[in-house]
């Protein structure tokens, strides 16, 4: 099976981050978000991956390559002016064609149960297929209404507001199963949004399913939700995303990390692979430190995120922040829950 994987998008509301880095490459745990999204794919046995492109399109290429180092194919489609999230997919109609395909948002954190959702679309055979979580809160602007049956019968975006108490309200988590006929129905070389061809699949009677699934996900979409992401994995939350061994709890410490003597690390704490902390410094709680970075003796980190590769100098204070070379960003840092 192949999969297209959206990560053309500006990320206006990450900035000033996008300024630096697009959306796709942002930093979680230590790794870029595309690669946590590839590996997933792999690992559930997809390994012809397409990924299309518009916002500082090398800083993707130049680090996932090929794929090979993934264990994975990766082809790149470029757009010089974004086509959108249905558009994009109608320019890789040629490479998609001929079975059933995935489209995976590129800024979403979620489980895929793939074997679930396929059987989901083969049973109920509609043109779509889209994975959904049930919203316990009740319709909002970003509802996905879902029939008993599983058929996805509207979209608060396309002006369904009351449903009746039999519908479902859900959340788009992002992944879709398509057939390739649907990509008929999209015209070339212009810009056109999924929601577009979803209006068109209603109409039509070809029709959309939808596969509810619990777990935890999250849209990556501002500031705020990146810290929460953090904040979430760390306070156990959910699994499966933090790399390294869980030496004490709320302790993940990477590959060939180096702690100096007296230092303290205060739950929860994450240390990259290959990260050096000096000498009598202070680490945690809520300290995410990428790979390759290195704190000095007698600094102190805490409820912050510090990118891969970056020297926090002696005596310094982390606190509250994003931190990155070239990029320092003052954020609160989101209320914690009781651990464990």
Same mark, same amino acid.
């Given at each position: 099976?192949?999969a297209?994987?959206l990560?053309a998008g500006?990320?206006?509301?990450?900035?000033?981050?996008?300024?630096?880095?697009?959306?796709?490459?942002?930093?979680?745990?230590g790794?870029?978000?595309?690669?946590?999204?590839v590996?997933?794919?792999?690992?559930?046995?997809?390994?012809?991956?397409?990924?299309?492109l518009?916002?500082?399109p090398?800083?993707?290429? #130049?680090?996932?390559?090929?794929?090979?180092?993934?264990g994975v194919?990766?082809?790149?489609?470029?757009?010089?002016?974004?086509?959108g999230?249905?558009?994009?997919?109608?320019k890789?109609?040629e490479?998609?064609?001929?079975a059933p395909f995935?489209?995976?948002?590129?800024?979403?954190?979620?489980?895929i149960f793939?074997?679930?959702?396929?059987?989901?679309?083969?049973?109920?055979?509609?043109?779509v #297929?889209?994975?959904?979580?049930?919203d316990?809160?009740?319709?909002?602007?970003?509802?996905?209404?879902?029939?008993?049956?599983?058929e996805?019968?509207g979209?608060?975006?396309?002006?369904?507001?009351?449903?009746?108490?039999?519908?479902?309200?859900?959340?788009?988590?992002g992944v879709?199963?398509m057939?390739?006929?649907?990509?008929?129905?999209?015209p070339? !070389?212009?810009?056109w949004?999924?929601?577009?061809l979803?209006?068109e699949?209603?109409?039509?009677?070809?029709?959309?399913?939808g596969y509810?699934?619990?777990?935890?996900?999250?849209?990556l979409? #501002?500031?705020?939700?990146?810290?929460?992401l953090?904040? !979430?994995?760390l306070?156990? =939350?959910?699994?499966?995303?933090?790399?390294?061994?869980e030496v004490?709890?709320?302790?993940?410490i990477?590959?060939?990390v180096?702690?100096?003597?007296?230092?303290?690390? #205060?739950?929860?704490?994450?240390?990259?692979?290959?990260?050096?902390?000096g000498?009598?410094? =202070?680490?945690?709680?809520?300290?995410?430190?990428?790979?390759r970075?290195?704190?000095?003796? =007698?600094?102190?980190?805490?409820?912050?995120?510090?990118?891969p590769?970056?020297?926090?100098?002696?005596?310094?204070?982390?606190?509250?922040?994003?931190?990155?070379?070239?990029?320092?960003?003052?954020?609160?840092?989101p209320?914690?829950?009781?651990?464990?």
């Open positions: 099976m192949k297209l994987i990560a500006l990320g206006t509301r990450l900035r000033p981050i996008t300024h630096l880095l697009p959306k796709p490459m942002l930093p979680v745990f790794a870029p978000l595309i690669e946590h999204i590996a997933q794919l792999r690992d559930q046995g997809i390994n012809r991956i397409f990924v299309n518009h916002h500082m090398e800083k993707v290429m #130049t680090h996932l390559q090929d794929g090979g180092k993934l194919e990766i082809r790149y489609s470029v757009e010089p002016s974004i086509l999230t249905a558009g994009a997919i109608k890789l109609e490479e998609l064609g001929g995935l489209v995976v948002n590129g800024d979403t954190v979620r489980p793939l074997e679930a959702l396929l059987e989901r679309h083969r049973v109920l055979g509609k043109a #297929t889209l994975l959904l979580q049930e316990s809160q009740g319709p909002d602007s970003n509802s996905v209404f879902l029939a008993e049956g599983g996805v019968v979209f608060w975006s396309l002006g369904t507001r009351e449903a009746p108490s039999r519908l479902k309200p859900c959340h788009f988590l879709q199963v057939e390739p006929e649907v990509l008929s129905l999209i070339p !070389d212009a810009f949004e999924a929601q577009r979803w209006k699949l209603l109409e039509n009677g070809m029709g959309l399913a509810c699934q619990d777990g935890y996900w999250k849209d979409g #501002t500031v705020d939700a990146y810290l929460e953090h904040r !979430d994995f306070d156990a =939350k959910a699994k499966g995303l933090i790399p390294g061994r004490e709890p709320g302790i993940w990477g590959e060939n180096s702690i100096g003597q007296e230092v303290e690390i #205060t739950p929860p704490v994450f240390l990259g692979d290959r990260t050096v902390v000498k009598k410094s =202070k680490v945690g709680p809520y300290a995410v430190v990428g790979p970075s290195h704190l000095g003796d =007698k600094s102190k980190a805490e409820r912050c995120i510090i990118w590769g970056v020297r926090v100098g002696p005596r310094r204070v982390v606190g509250q922040e994003i931190l990155a070379e070239g990029l320092r960003i003052f954020v609160p840092w209320k914690c829950s009781l651990r464990r």
